[in-house]
């Protein structure tokens, strides 16, 4: 029940940057519509096989939402600013209490805006995500859970605001590089080699995949490599937990 409550403090604390949350929908609405026009002739050229929009409309959209590990970082030191964190480690909280009510409350954000990015690009920008809704949604919901996991880690691990930012402004450009989310993969070379270390590449084959009569060949590999990265994540943030303040005291003896 703890948990719960928050992880609806969190999305309270969300709620109110709405600069923020208007920027993560139309952001990549917009790059997705730019990216799309530019390169229709390019991939009409070139025989891609896919529609320039449709390409992007799958690569700029996961990149949207795996950004949102900033939304779980800024979150936390959010908090810590507002005094909040001082209060919750005096509160009689369990240990991982705190630590996956925020994460709760960062990847049901996630889910939220996602999922508008996802039916604003399906109906107003046409992006082909499939014949069925599910898929895109079942991927949306773990990448969401990879990113808050991963934005969460690094807050807590690190601890401090800036280089916490530098980490993140590192690694998730990175994996969004060798996910595709820049350019596409070739199917051979060392590029494509490496890019099976992100879970980007595997959302994207699956997300790409989905929209092909045959089955879908990368869904089950990118849960598989998604889900056990979020739960490293989060073991790894509760090493960067301190106990509850009232967790260590031991109640007194009247003499």
């Not at 940057?17 to 990216?35: E, K, W």
């Not at 979150?75 to 909040?84: P, S």
């Not at 369990?94 to 109906?123: D, E, I, K, M, P």
């Not at 009569?213 to 994540?233: K, S, V």
């Amino acid at each position: 029940m703890m948990t719960l409550l928050i992880a609806g403090h969190q999305l309270r604390l969300l709620s109110k940057s709405r600069g923020l949350l208007a920027l993560f929908v139309a952001a990549p609405l917009l790059m997705i519509f730019v990216f799309g026009q530019a390169f229709t002739g390019i991939f009409n050229a070139t025989g891609a096989g896919i529609a320039a929009a449709d390409y992007f409309g799958v690569t700029l959209f996961t990149m949207a939402v795996f950004q949102g590990s900033f939304i779980a970082a800024w979150g936390i030191f959010k908090e810590r600013k507002a005094n909040a964190d001082s209060r919750l480690y005096l509160a009689p909280l369990g240990r991982g209490a705190r630590l996956y009510g925020t994460f709760l409350g960062s990847w049901a954000a996630l889910l939220a805006l996602g999922s508008l990015v996802l039916l604003a690009a399906r109906f107003i920008l046409s992006v082909n995500y499939g014949p069925s809704p599910a898929v895109a949604l079942l991927l949306l919901a773990v990448e969401s859970g990879l990113a808050s996991a991963l934005g969460v880690a690094v807050a807590c691990l690190i601890g401090d605001e800036r280089p916490a930012g530098a980490i993140l402004n590192t690694v998730v450009p990175l994996l969004v590089f060798l996910g595709g989310g820049y350019t596409i993969i070739p199917d051979s070379g060392f590029l494509h080699d490496i890019s099976v270390a992100s879970p980007l590449r595997w959302i994207n084959l699956a997300l790409l995949a989905a929209t092909r009569p045959e089955p879908n060949r990368y869904l089950l590999p990118a849960i598989l490599i998604c889900l056990p990265a979020a739960a490293l994540l989060l073991a790894l943030a509760s090493l960067g937990q301190p106990r509850p303040a009232l967790a260590g005291l031991k109640t007194r003896r009247a003499p």
